[in-house]
């Protein structure tokens, strides 16, 4: 099992950056997909990007190009730079390790990023 620790949320203005961080409390090398999902009110949980333990990144249509996820698996953490952001960015941010062989997802508790003027 592993536990995860979001940080770098907050409120920024159309057109800054954030940079989220996911620490896990395990080793997340070989065996867990590292995700960013987020949340925003009234909608479904929705994948942001993931990267797979040999290091494919996958971007949902709203955010490539604009967001880099990464991960560092001698440090166990993951982070997500988020540039260019939008107003439609807004939305509770949740760190997401899916382990590939007992098909378990581990989340964070989320951080609020605010995206207005």
């Known amino acids: 099992q592993v536990q995860l620790v979001e940080s770098g949320g907050g409120l920024v203005q159309p057109g800054g950056s954030l940079r989220l961080s996911c620490a896990a409390s395990?080793?997340?090398?070989?065996?867990?997909?590292m995700g960013w999902y987020r949340q925003a009110p009234g909608k479904q949980r929705e994948l942001v990007a993931n990267?797979?333990?040999?290091?494919?990144?996958n971007y949902s249509d709203s955010v490539k190009g604009r967001f880099t996820i990464s991960r560092d698996n001698a440090k166990n953490t993951v982070d997500l730079q988020m540039n260019s952001l939008k107003p439609e960015d807004t939305a509770v941010y949740y760190c997401?390790?899916?382990?590939?062989?007992?098909?378990?997802?581990?989340w964070g508790q989320g951080t609020q990023v605010t995206v207005s003027s």
């Open positions: 997401n390790a899916f382990h590939v062989v007992r098909g378990h997802h581990y």
């Open positions: 990267v797979l333990p040999g290091g494919t990144t």
């Open positions: 395990g080793s997340i090398r070989n065996i867990y997909v």
